[in-house]
């Protein structure tokens, strides 16, 4: 199946720092990529859908000037916490698909963010 | 507004069989997805049934009803590492993909 890698795994920072985690399709080039957040015991939220070389598409709710998201490349997608607290400390994933809308999402790992 | 119902949590015995069911809502239908969860861990993809009828793949089948809106994970044989959460999405006519909240599954020896 599909690989995605995402990094880093795990990330402690202060508040008020910026945090990047990468999201890459590892042997296949995915046309659109979401991330996801989710909360201890919650169910998958997601936050935006990503094509590349376009800007993002984000969820009602979630601020597009604090999660920053870039899909540069074919294979490679950013998500950038700007200025985090606290409360943005979650378990954020990524997925990618192939350039078929019906086709399958295939996850990241995951990175978990906890910020002090 | 689209909704995707599945029970919160279920358990089951090892060696035994469970089924995991999903209702939905949706604007449109584009298939129907199911996930496995483990704790801490991101979701791992298992089935995903378009048309009607049972999708059986090794010891999980997973079945699809249209006009019924319902849908079912089948796991047979069970073992303890099939404690985990299996979340049910359906993909709607914009092929957004409508996520249901998990169940939970809890294996016991």
């Known amino acids: 199946g599909a690989v995605v890698s995402q990094h880093p795994s795990r990330v402690i920072c202060k508040s008020g720092t910026s945090v990047k985690i990468e999201c890459r399709s590892l042997?296949?080039?995915?046309?659109?990529m979401f991330w996801y957040r989710q909360f201890p015991k919650q169910s998958l939220m997601l936050m935006a859908t990503?094509?590349?070389?376009?800007?993002?598409?984000?969820e009602q709710g979630v601020e597009k000037d604090k999660f920053l998201i870039n899909h540069a490349s074919l294979t490679l997608s950013t998500l950038t916490v700007t200025s985090a607290h606290p409360e943005d400390s979650s378990f954020y994933i990524c997925?990618?698909?192939?350039?078929?809308?019906?086709?399958?999402?295939?996850f990241g790992p995951g990175t978990r963010l906890l910020v002090l | 507004g689209q909704n995707i119902d599945q029970p919160t949590e279920m358990t089951a015995t090892e060696g035994a069989i469970v089924q995991i069911n999903c209702t939905y809502q949706?604007?449109?239908?584009?298939?129907l997805f199911w996930y496995q969860q483990h704790a801490g861990e991101a979701p791992t993809f298992l089935s995903y049934?378009?048309l009607d009828g049972l999708e059986e793949k090794g010891r999980f089948s997973s079945f699809l009803s249209r006009s019924k809106g319902y849908s079912y994970l089948l796991l047979k044989e069970l073992q303890m590492k099939d404690s985990a959460s299996y979340l049910c999405?359906?993909?709607?006519?914009?092929?957004?993909?409508?996520w249901g909240a998990g169940t939970k599954l809890i294996i016991k020896p």
């Open positions: 049934n378009v």
């Open positions: 949706t604007s449109g239908f584009n298939g």
């Open positions: 990503s094509n590349e070389g376009s800007k993002a598409t984000y």
């Open positions: 042997d296949f080039q995915a046309t659109t």
């Open positions: 997925s990618a698909k192939l350039g078929h809308p019906q086709e399958t999402q295939y």
């Open positions: 999405a359906v993909m709607d006519s914009n092929y957004q993909l409508i």
